[in-house]
């Protein structure tokens, strides 16, 4: 199973960034989908995740109507883009896939129980 993520880097205030994920290895469309994400110095932080055909969708309050999370199911690949950025969304960023598949965005599986992560991308929010 491999997960990578790409498509960090540093953005001014304002400004806007897109993220993807490759998937390997797993039978990516029977998986809901997850970004989290960890700010320098502080934990884990779950952002979205996507339901397993892509049609629904869930947001931290924090980056609701900023960002849009999104998959190819064909390409087996997770996006997020991220919008209106602020300086405290600078963190490392983390595709994520839970220990089991056919997860809800009703209940969404916790941090801990996803067991697969990239390496993570750096986004830095600053002027």
């Known amino acids: 199973v491999q997960i990578v993520e790409s498509g960090g880097g540093l953005v001014q205030p304002g400004g806007y960034m897109r993220l993807s994920c490759a998937a390997d290895g797993f039978s990516f469309k029977d998986y809901l989908m997850t970004w989290v994400r960890q700010a320098p110095g502080k934990g884990l932080e779950w952002v979205s995740s996507i339901s397993l055909d892509g049609l629904a969708t869930k947001y931290a309050d924090s980056v609701k109507g900023r960002f849009t999370i999104s998959r190819d199911n064909v390409k087996n690949q997770l996006s997020l883009q991220m919008d209106s950025l602020k300086p405290n969304d600078t963190a490392v960023y983390y595709c994520?896939?839970?220990?089991?598949?056919?997860?809800?965005?009703?209940?969404?599986?916790?941090?801990?129980?996803?067991?697969?992560r990239g390496q993570g991308t750096q986004v830095t929010v600053s002027s």
């Open positions: 994520a896939k839970p220990k089991s598949p056919y997860s809800s965005v009703l209940k969404i599986p916790s941090i801990d129980e996803h067991d697969v």
